[in-house]
């Protein structure tokens, strides 16, 4: 099982931008999807984005297309979630997790292993 660790978060203002690090450890992320989830308080946790390590396939949750974008350093075994046009509702814990799953079921955490600690992303209006 790969262990992830986030980095990242801060404070931002709308309009802003932040990059998102999910870093492996104990293994690569060699043969799984990284999947990027959130949880805003008081709500349930929700897929963000998901990236193959093999191949590159991506896909996003819709209320984050056109301004998020996930991507990978091979060579850093990292997954990273870019994020522009930052909105106030898009403050949440950021967590990142791994899966087998085939992509159908990219948006079900339940897939998910290796959950990190999360990093925390706050955007004021």
């Known amino acids: 099982q790969v262990q992830v660790a986030e980095s990242g978060g801060g404070l931002v203002q709308a309009g802003g931008s932040l990059r998102l690090s999910c870093a492996a450890s104990?293994?690569?992320?060699?043969?799984?999807?990284v999947g990027w989830f959130r949880q805003a308080p008081g709500k349930e946790r929700e897929w963000v984005a998901a990236?193959?390590?093999?191949?590159?396939?991506?896909g996003y949750e819709d209320s984050v297309k056109g301004r998020f974008t996930i991507s990978k350093d091979y060579a850093k075994n990292t997954v990273y979630l870019q994020m522009n046009s930052l909105k106030p509702e898009d403050t949440a814990v950021y967590f990142c997790?791994?899966?087998?799953?085939?992509?159908?079921?990219?948006?079900?955490?339940?897939?998910?292993?290796?959950w990190g600690q999360g990093t925390l992303v706050t955007v004021s209006s």
């Open positions: 104990g293994r690569t992320f060699s043969g799984y999807t």
């Open positions: 990236i193959r390590w093999s191949g590159g396939n991506t």
């Open positions: 997790a791994t899966t087998k799953v085939v992509r159908s079921s990219w948006h079900d955490q339940s897939f998910y292993n290796g």
